[in-house]
């Protein structure tokens, strides 16, 4: 079955970076882009970008360009989220999720989440 | 720049019926948008409940129906119960490999 597997919590000081895992099973990973979502405490989800799991194309928000990246490992079937400068605001789950193939451009599997706290 | 707007709560009676929306600050959503709506509850990973305005996700129940209501889309609970007190959360695809959510609506069941 399919299942995104993501790292644990991470707690890091402001101005830190954190990077976080979501590893991939059940599935063809080349053929299937992942997002990563954005959750800060009591707060609404905001799409944070995605990488084509097949040629490593990212494609990012403008709120998160220039200091997020999204890279994968192909032989892990794994990709991974690196933010930098971190600042107590960037304190949130942050969620992967496959796209479904075809045209339908929503997303049909989420991780699990990965708490990162940001503090001094 | 275009905002996905969502109203922030609603409340239902077990039993009732309830329609959530889903539109833009600029223009109107279409099919083109390929909205879908995805349920959340406190502490869990958002469910995936619609996609393509209307289609039904793997294991959702038929209660929860999509469409296009004039200029927004949105999402249908027949019968709501209990366990549908949840956020929900609108997405939308702006084109040119780009997502956004909505704000997310906090419904009640009471």
């Known amino acids: 079955q399919v299942q995104l597997v993501q790292s644990g919590a991470e707690v890091k000081k402001p101005g830190a970076s954190v990077k976080v895992s979501c590893k991939a099973s059940?599935?063809?990973?080349?053929?299937?882009?992942i997002h990563w979502v954005r959750q800060a405490p009591g707060q609404r989800l905001e799409w944070m970008g995605l990488?084509?799991?097949?040629?490593?194309?990212?494609r990012h928000s403008q709120k998160f360009q220039g200091r997020v990246t999204i890279t994968r490992d192909t032989s892990a079937t794994t990709v991974y989220m690196e933010m930098s400068s971190l600042k107590s605001e960037d304190t949130a789950v942050f969620y992967c999720?496959?796209?479904?193939?075809?045209?339908?451009?929503?997303?049909?599997?989420w991780g699990q989440g990965a708490l990162v706290t940001v503090s001094s | 720049q275009t905002v996905v707007t969502q109203e922030p709560s609603f409340s239902v009676s077990p039993g009732g019926t309830v329609t959530l929306t889903c539109g833009l600050t600029?223009?109107?959503?279409?099919?083109?948008?390929?909205s879908s709506w995805y349920q959340q509850t406190p502490g869990q990973a958002p469910r995936t409940l619609i996609y393509?305005?209307?289609a039904r996700s793997s294991g959702v129940p038929d209660r929860f129906s999509g469409s296009i209501l004039g200029n927004k889309a949105a999402l249908t609970i027949t019968g709501a119960q209990a366990d549908d007190e949840s956020v929900y959360y609108c997405?939308?695809?702006?084109?040119?490999?780009?997502?956004?959510f909505g704000g997310g609506t906090k419904l009640t069941v009471l």
């Open positions: 999720a496959r796209e479904t193939r075809g045209s339908y451009r929503y997303f049909d599997y």
């Open positions: 600029s223009g109107s959503v279409s099919t083109t948008y390929y």
């Open positions: 990488i084509n799991a097949a040629n490593g194309n990212t």
């Open positions: 997405m939308l695809y702006m084109g040119g490999d780009l997502w956004v």
């Open positions: 059940g599935y063809t990973f080349s053929t299937y882009a």
């Open positions: 393509n305005t209307n």
